[in-house]
């Protein structure tokens, strides 16, 4: 036998496994620093009892950047020359992007089968679109939820069409969105018919199919900035299960720049553990978590 292919292949160096997987430790100061960078840019509020979910989850961040320490990170994130790019990688591994396909399902059926066909009946507008924004997309169920719901109802409507914004602050995030591509598993919340309508079929996975895409735009928008201008003449806002990572004067801050994006009579959905109440606002309470603009509010306060 070949003497070379008879031996043994030497052992890859493999390190036990508590220590591959050991994540760095993080000082006060550093989790601090951290805190206070993610507060100002995302206006996300870390609570103390997330510090270790946060090591977790940024200790692979600073291995890739072969950074030995946080206190490292932090002088990293500092830099004028890293900060701006490094921030997206920051706030991607600090946000948490769990959705699924009609989820709080309640508000799907409410905005096919009393708020679109209401703004329909009620539009006296030449232009006949619905504009739909998903505040916070994460991986696209919601916004394509919303389009197969539109979808259906609009077929009673002919000549309407829509158009749906979704986004979010996290680049990767909106990248899988924009790719619609979904597990098995997560696609089971979907009835059959429509499953077999609107997605194409693979191996165990399912792809949002090009026709239903269409309306869907994606765009990254920070909830914590300024809204661009060309944010307005919205039917129906979902900015669901965001609020509850925001102060409460974010939250506030939030809820009235969505009242300025809203039509007169347009919807506000949030999820359910959210809630207008306590809150000054002009909203209108519909349904659990569901708020409407009065119809003849005027934007100009
Ligand atoms: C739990 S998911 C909610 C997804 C979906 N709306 C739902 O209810 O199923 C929260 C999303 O909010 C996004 N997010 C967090 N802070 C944000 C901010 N300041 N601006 C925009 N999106 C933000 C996260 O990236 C994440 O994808």
Redesign the pocket.
């Known amino acids: 036998m070949n003497a070379i292919l008879s031996k043994t292949p030497p052992r890859p160096a493999v390190r036990p496994l508590h220590q591959a997987a050991a994540p760095f430790p993080m000082n006060d100061r550093d989790f601090d620093a951290l805190r206070q960078l993610v507060y100002e840019q ?3 509020d870390i609570r103390p009892h997330k510090k270790q979910l946060m090591i977790n989850r940024l200790t692979k961040r600073l291995r890739l950047l072969g950074l030995p320490s946080f206190t490292q990170y932090v002088d990293y994130l500092c830099n004028d020359r890293h900060r701006e790019q490094e921030l997206v990688h920051l706030i991607d591994a600090i ?6 396909f009609f ?1 709080e399902s309640k508000h799907f059926s409410f905005l096919e089968e009393v708020a679109a066909p209401e703004i329909i009946r009620r539009a006296g507008r030449s232009e006949r679109r619905l504009r739909i924004w ?5 991986s696209g ?2 916004p394509y939820s919303i389009t197969i719901c539109l979808n259906e109802m609009l077929q009673r409507h002919p000549g309407w069409s829509f158009e749906i914004l979704a ?4 680049e990767a ?1 909106l990248q899988q969105a924009a790719g619609g591509i979904y597990d098995a598993s997560k696609v089971a919340p979907i009835p059959m018919n429509l499953l077999r309508k609107y997605f194409l079929r693979g191996h165990n996975r399912f792809k949002i199919k090009p026709q239903a895409a269409r309306s869907v735009n994606f765009q990254k ?4 900035s300024d809204f661009h201008r060309s944010l307005s003449n919205m039917d129906a806002i ?1 900015c ?3 609020l509850i ?1 925001f102060d409460r004067t974010t939250q506030a801050d939030i809820i009235q720049k969505c009242w300025h994006v809203l039509r007169p009579g347009g919807y506000l959905f949030l ?1 359910h553990s959210e809630t207008l109440q306590g809150m000054k606002t002009d909203f209108h309470y519909r349904l659990p978590a569901v708020y409407q603009k009065g119809i003849h509010e005027s934007n100009r306060r």
């Open positions: 995302c206006a996300i946000t948490t992007n769990k959705t699924d989820r998903s505040a916070a997309c994460s169920e919601e986004s979010d602050i996290s995030i928008i920070n909830l914590k979902f669901r299960n965001v990572y999820g």
